[in-house]
């Protein structure tokens, strides 16, 4: 066991000192049980524990319990918490969620929001070809050189919608011949979305691709972007294929809801009732807020020429028969206003802004490509089928250096596991496919090694972090000397209350027994009876097993007051009489007394707990400040602010 001491000053161990004179611009504080604790850990901690209270906590005071809570991390640690599965795992997870702020490049995450926002603000006039995506990097590679041939063809003059319903596989094709109508911010995937801002008005986008396939892209005109409406309908659907008869019947039940809704009848109400919109039906026909070329364009025309609280009269898409309400309209908001929201299609865009971060870590960490490898592997993979499983297993176990990183090396057989068993290639397939792979494990790598540095670069971060751990480590070092032991701890708890009895005590007499209640005075005499021909101790099994869900018995310790049925047979109070809802018509009660005071720990259990936890705490604390050694440089402690 080693005694706590206290430096100050010149007294202070030499280690102490020279970590001091390291480290000026941070200076150890204290030291607990030989780990340092420096002035920003504890100015950190102190500040947001007073941003907590009403008042601010004075420096002394605060420094006691930083030094006892640093104490139980201490044992925590000590007792090898930090080191098991559970809490590497909860740990870890917490710190990879918390580092993903840090790997991502948010200079380019503004830019891009930025850029979105000028998006927000006009609607493009575009068309597309799409081709499928392929199997394999050979076939996408067929794909991309055939819209390259169509796009040849359209700069060179032939017709877009005439290519389009030829060879682009979007289903909708054959009606718009290409058409996405006027595109606006959000509505598409991103990389479609930037090929129809980006595209000069009347050329043609080079080849992209989306998670829905190959694209080219011919913009044909903007405009202002319109703003948003929120409309509420009612629609009447056409059956398949309807017959002119068919339209006809459907517009004259229109007529008569329109009546109905122009009488004065709740539009939501009717919507509920009658419309067979099955996506907003059940929301009063309401829609979300839409934009230009986000419904077919009769819903759109109709709805944005609407005053605000208008009804239109029935009007016919391909659908149906619609009525619509125009509830409100906004434009384009402040960018303050939708941040959050180009935020989030930021977050939409994949890995930009990460991939940006990358490329900048790899200058701050001094990367470094061996060329020469990746040249001569390239010279293996020419002939047919050369990169194979027999090319894998050959360099899989290499230690030969594919890349350094912060002055480490990493092996050749990082990138070979990253392989797998991708079946047989060569040339420009097997190049591609090798290209891909360094990109991932470049990135995986790079990203990871930051993911190290973090607490070392980024202060917010390393406190934010050790918080965290050092919370996870005093809750259940705690749980284990205090909490836990002061709940299952009878005899400690039975000594507990006998050695304080005098600090439990009530305002007024409790009554402590059973309260039984029964389905029926019958069965109430029947309880009574059996009661009085069993033994005490297990009187209470007996009338469960027996009565089943006819009686419910329940131990009670309560005031005059607490219980109305208990009231009324030991303090004389008007009988309970059940509603014709409750399930238990008749009561009484058995085997209990009035007592002044508390006779036992379960009498007053949650009360002696608390107390015994504290005592606990108390005794604890006192432990530790034995058992571990405390260094405070009081020169430091002046300097917290």
């Known amino acids: 066991m080693r005694r706590t001491k206290l430096f100050v000053g010149t007294l202070l161990a030499a280690g102490f000192v020279v970590a001091f004179a390291a480290s000026k611009k941070d200076p150890v504080l204290m030291k607990v049980d030989g780990k340092p604790v420096t002035l920003s850990e504890f100015e950190y901690m102190y500040h947001k524990n007073n941003q907590q209270q009403v008042a601010q906590q004075p420096l002394e005071k605060y420094l006691d319990m930083f030094v ?12 090898g918490i930090d080191t098991t599965a559970a809490f590497k795992k909860e740990y870890e997870g917490y710190r990879n969620e918390l580092a993903m702020p840090y790997l991502r490049d948010t200079v380019a995450e503004e830019a891009m929001r930025k850029q979105l926002y000028e998006h927000l603000k006009t609607n493009v006039l575009a068309s597309h070809i799409m081709l499928p995506l392929g199997k394999d990097m050979a076939e996408n590679d067929v794909y991309k050189a055939r819209l390259d041939s169509l796009r040849s063809c359209i ?3 032939q017709p877009f919608d005439s290519l389009a319903r030829k060879y682009s596989v979007d289903r909708s094709v054959v009606q718009n011949g290409g058409s996405m109508g006027y595109v606006s911010a959000g509505q598409f995937p991103w990389q479609f979305e930037d090929a129809c801002y980006n595209t000069p008005v009347g050329q043609v986008s080079e080849p992209f691709r989306t998670d829905y396939g ?23 659907l056409y059956p398949h294929n309807a017959t002119d008869e068919q339209k006809a019947q459907v517009k004259h039940v229109m007529d008569s809801i329109y009546n109905v809704v122009k009488g004065g009848a709740d539009f939501e109400d009717v919507a509920r009732r009658e419309s067979e919109d099955p996506g907003s039906a059940r929301q009063g026909g309401k829609l979300p807020y839409f934009g230009k070329g986000r419904m077919v364009p009769e819903f759109e025309k109709v709805s944005y020429e609407l005053g605000k609280g208008e009804i239109s009269s029935p009007f016919e898409t391909r659908y149906g028969v619609h009525i619509v309400k125009k509830l409100d309209s906004h434009s384009v908001a402040d960018y303050a206003s939708v941040r959050d929201q180009l ?3 930021v977050g939409m865009r994949g890995n930009i802004a990460v991939d940006s971060k990358v490329v900048q870590l790899k200058k701050k960490y001094k990367f470094s490509l061996n060329d020469k490898l990746m040249k001569r592997l390239r010279s ?5 089928d050369s990169l194979d499983n027999a090319f894998i297993d050959k360099y899989a176990a290499s230690n030969e250096v594919l890349f350094t990183l912060g002055g480490q090396k990493y092996p050749l057989s990082l990138l070979i596991g990253e ?17 891909a792979k360094l990109a991932e494990v470049e990135k995986k790598t790079v990203l990871e090694y930051e993911k190290q540095q973090l607490e070392k670069n980024n202060a917010d971060f390393g406190n934010l972090v050790r918080e965290y751990r050092d919370g996870m480590l005093l809750f259940e070092v705690s749980n ?24 439990y005590k009530w305002d007024a007499p409790k009554y402590k027994g059973y309260l039984v209640e029964t389905t029926s005075d019958s069965i109430t005499a029947l309880a009574k009876q059996r009661i009085a021909e069993v033994a005490a101790d297990s009187v209470v099994t007996v009338l469960r097993k027996e009565f089943g869900k006819n009686l419910k018995v329940t131990r009670v310790l309560v005031a005059k007051g607490e219980n109305a049925k208990v009231d009324s047979e030991m303090f004389g109070t008007d009988r309970v009489v059940a509603a014709d809802k409750d399930k238990y018509k008749d009561y009484f009660v058995f085997g209990g007394r009035l007592i002044a005071k508390p006779e036992e720990v379960a009498d007053v259990r949650g009360l002696v707990v608390a107390d015994y936890q504290n005592y606990l705490e108390g005794v604890w604390d006192e432990q530790l400040h034995k058992k571990y050694t405390v260094e405070i440089d009081k020169k430091v402690l002046k300097q917290v602010k």
């Open 155 to 157: 700069v060179a003059g």
């Open 214 to 236: 190959w694209h080219i892209v011919k913009t044909f005109g903007s405009r202002p972007d319109a703003g948003e409406v929120l409309v509420e309908h009612i629609l009447k």
């Open 68 to 79: 006892t809570y640093k104490l139980k991390v201490a044992d925590a640690e000590a007792a």
């Open 419 to 435: 392989f797998g068993r991708p079946g047989r290639m060569a040339g420009e397939v097997a190049y591609k496919f090798m290209d």
């Open 480 to 503: 284990r000397n205090v909490w836990q032991k002061a709940s299952t701890d009878t005899e400690g708890l039975k000594a507990f209350f006998e050695a304080h009895r005098q600090n």
């Open 343 to 345: 935020t989030a299609m």
């Open 380 to 384: 293996e993979v020419t002939l047919p």
